[in-house]
């Protein structure tokens, strides 16, 4: 029913900047909310960034000042602007989104993308 699709990983040295994209498609009427989540083996996923339609952030502590979340309610787009990265930011980056259609709400996940952050 929904997709979505990610963009913008890669390979980055210690210091440089990032920008994920995240672009959700199909059976929606709205998106309540979307976030980033990163896992790295042996780890659970942890909330990075999330962002309301309202635009009412939250960000994980280890990333406040260095990352920014967005969105674009008409395209229904989330971003992730990734400055100062260090290399305990590589993992695996997935896009949430929590959407409404038919009056029902679900969640869905991208496929991930790879940020490797080397020192």
């Known amino acids: 029913q929904v997709q979505l699709v990610e963009s913008g990983g890669g390979l980055v040295q210690a210091g440089g900047s990032l920008r994920l994209s995240c672009a959700a498609s199909?059976?929606?009427?709205?998106?309540?909310?979307m976030g980033w989540y990163r896992q790295v083996p042996g780890k659970q996923r942890e909330l990075v960034a999330a962002?309301?339609?309202?635009?009412?952030?939250n960000y994980a502590d280890s990333v406040k000042g260095r990352f920014t979340i967005s969105r674009d309610n008409a395209k229904n787009t989330v971003y992730l602007q990734m400055n100062s990265l260090k290399p305990e930011d590589t993992a695996v980056y997935y896009c949430n989104a929590d959407t409404t259609w038919r009056g029902r709400r679900s969640d869905y996940w991208g496929q991930g993308t790879q940020v490797t952050v080397s020192s």
């Open positions: 962002i309301t339609s309202g635009g009412s952030t």
């Open positions: 199909g059976s929606i009427s709205s998106i309540n909310a």
